[in-house]
């Protein structure tokens, strides 16, 4: 299995974009329904709170390998419950050892993904978010995964898998997750 150093700094930039696409595109969709419902906006709005955990910092890196464990099974939609968790990752550019932990529910077919994924996203002042609840989002359709973290409705990170995961399916679902610190 391939190792967090392992990684190039060409792979990190490459991901790096494609984290920071998958967040925008997030934030168009959250904003595309605030619009056409004014009663959400208050609650879409990505402004920071005084007291939010972060977005007044720098921006970090979190990456490491993720396990996505579900039932998989079935040719139709069905609701289905994936817990997902993580070896040893990090939290660049300061090489902090961190360890994930969390479940989404959704509805999903024909899940699989390999074992030990190596996703990653850009978090605005990523240390400040272990030990806290975060709320997940996990979207997986035609080869692609991207796990949205969210501090109540502020989306604070999109994680993307390396180039040539081998993830199969389709999954929607939302839940909860804790990272920690790594032993």
Known sequence: MTSLQDINPEQIDALNKQSQAAFDAQIKRQEEVASAKPALQEVLHQKVHPQSLCGCGCQQTICGFFTFEGCGCGCFPQSETIQISSSLGNIEPQGVGVKFVGQVTGSGTN????????????????????????????????????????????????????????????????????????L
């Open 111 to 182: 899940i699989n993904i390999s074992p030990g994924v190596y996703l990653q996203g850009i978090v605005p002042d990523a240390e400040n978010l272990i030990n806290i609840p975060l709320s997940l989002q996990l979207s997986i359709s035609s080869g692609s995964l991207t796990l949205y973290l969210f501090e109540g409705p502020r989306l604070l990170a999109a994680l993307v898998p390396q180039y040539g995961a081998n993830i199969g399916g389709e999954f929607s679902g939302s839940g909860t997750g804790i990272f920690q610190l790594g």
